[in-house]
């Protein structure tokens, strides 16, 4: 049984950065397609990040070069290292691994297998 657990959230000011992370359980091998997703209120869920198991990256035009994701396979924890931060950030984010490849390529999906419970970040101005 897959688990994902997310810490990390919290409130902080625009410019403050938070490092999110996602402790995985139970993986039987190496998911190919890990992501992060956010949702505020109101608007639906929207990729954020994701990372595929060959190392390679991709970003939503809005976080690009603000946010990055990382993994340490030894933890089997996922990363999101967010700089810069904007009020308009602020939303509930969720890590999700799958082990399909389509997931991630050629582009982020949404439906993926594993979901973390959800952590709020919060960002005032």
């Known amino acids: 049984q897959v688990q994902l657990v997310e810490s990390g959230g919290g409130s902080v000011q625009a410019g403050g950065s938070l490092r999110l992370s996602c402790a995985a359980f139970g993986y039987p091998y190496q998911p190919y397609c890990m992501g992060w997703f956010r949702q505020a209120l109101g608007k639906e869920r929207e990729g954020v990040a994701a990372l595929v198991s060959d190392g390679s990256t991709s970003y939503a035009d809005s976080v690009k070069d603000r946010f990055t994701i990382s993994r340490d396979s030894a933890k089997n924890t996922l990363y999101l290292q967010m700089n810069n931060l904007k009020p308009e950030d602020t939303a509930i984010y969720y890590c999700?691994?799958?082990?399909?490849?389509?997931?991630?390529?050629?582009?982020?999906?949404?439906?993926?297998?594993?979901w973390g419970q959800g952590t709020q970040v919060t960002v005032s101005s």
């Open positions: 999700a691994a799958d082990f399909r490849r389509e997931l991630c390529d050629p582009k982020l999906r949404a439906d993926f297998l594993y």
